[in-house]
């Protein structure tokens, strides 16, 4: 009797059985009839979307290229655009195949969010890097003055700029300054005009002096005679007369010319006893190619 029992239990046990993986194994079939097709389907998306994304990265770096963009700045942008097309593609693919992303989507969001607000200055520094290397307002090699300081530029890296001073100090500035505020760039053009404030004492021959600045430009070489230098007074003070004398150089002369000149002067007029006044002798340089209004 106890074997009949035994035996029943068993056979029951065992039909128990059948029947939940008959069940468990038409859910998989009908789950493979739903699903498969849409899984097929993402795989042959998410292949060709991939070839796509691949073929797009080489044609924009083709282009960057061909438009001269700074090659540190180009694999940085691939490299962007690659990372955010391939997201955008593996999320429609798996909402494409059934899968909820909203939740998925809705947490990266937060947490850009979270990491934007944290790094929201290092985001403005290298929003301004992009745009320096993308448009290029000063490159390596020229000198410039921002933030309060001038010096020619060492190296621009994404986040900051490094600019050595003529007393050869090196200075760090954030990009995000740069691409904010003015700067001003002396190597930009290749002609830079000098403009000498000459003070001279009352009863100094004032022709004499036009005279010996005009004989200045006239032999030296490294004046540009056009656009015209300009001689001439430029007001008169209870102090004594104020000349102007303005003239263009090329920017790779600047600083020889104008020493020599400043040397030419003192000598030319000591000889004609032209006397300055007590004033100080002012020198601005400025930079461009336009004529004398």
Avoid at 118 to 130: D, E, K, M, P, Y
Avoid at 200 to 212: F, Q, T, V
Wanted: net charge neutral; no cysteine.
């Amino acid at each position: 009797m106890h074997f009949f029992l035994s035996t029943i239990l068993q056979s029951t046990s065992f039909s128990s059985k059948l029947k939940s993986l008959d069940f468990y194994l038409e859910t998989l079939e009908q789950m493979a009839v739903h699903y498969g097709p849409r899984i097929i389907v993402g795989i042959i998306a998410l292949s060709i979307g991939l070839w796509l994304i691949r073929k797009l990265s080489h044609g924009l770096t083709t282009l960057l290229m061909a438009r001269n963009v700074d090659k540190s700045l180009v694999p940085f942008v691939r490299s962007v655009l690659s990372i955010f097309l391939k997201a955008t593609l593996i999320l429609s693919v798996l909402s494409f195949m059934g899968f909820n992303t909203t939740s998925f989507i809705t947490a990266l969001g937060a947490v850009g969010l979270a990491v934007a607000l944290a790094l929201q200055g290092s985001l403005s520094n290298f929003a301004g890097g992009v745009l320096i290397l993308m448009f290029k307002p000063f490159r390596v090699g020229d000198f410039i003055e921002a933030g309060g300081h001038k010096g020619s530029v060492r190296e621009i890296q994404i986040l900051y700029t490094t600019i050595i001073t003529p007393e050869n100090k090196k200075v760090v500035i954030p990009n995000g300054s740069l691409s904010n505020k003015d700067v001003i760039n002396y190597t930009a053009e290749d002609n830079r005009r000098i403009d000498l404030k000459i003070p001279i004492a009352h009863g100094s021959n004032i022709m004499e002096a036009k005279k010996i600045l005009q004989s200045i430009v006239d032999s030296d070489e490294k004046i540009l005679k056009d656009p015209k230098p300009v001689i001439g007074i430029h007001d008169i003070s209870s102090g004594g007369i104020n000349m102007d004398f303005l003239f263009w150089v090329k920017r790779i002369n600047l600083g020889e010319v104008q020493y020599s000149v400043y040397e030419k002067i003192a000598l030319e007029f000591e000889k004609a006893k032209i006397s300055f006044t007590t004033d100080s002798t002012e020198i601005h340089v400025h930079t461009g190619t336009d004529k004398e209004d």
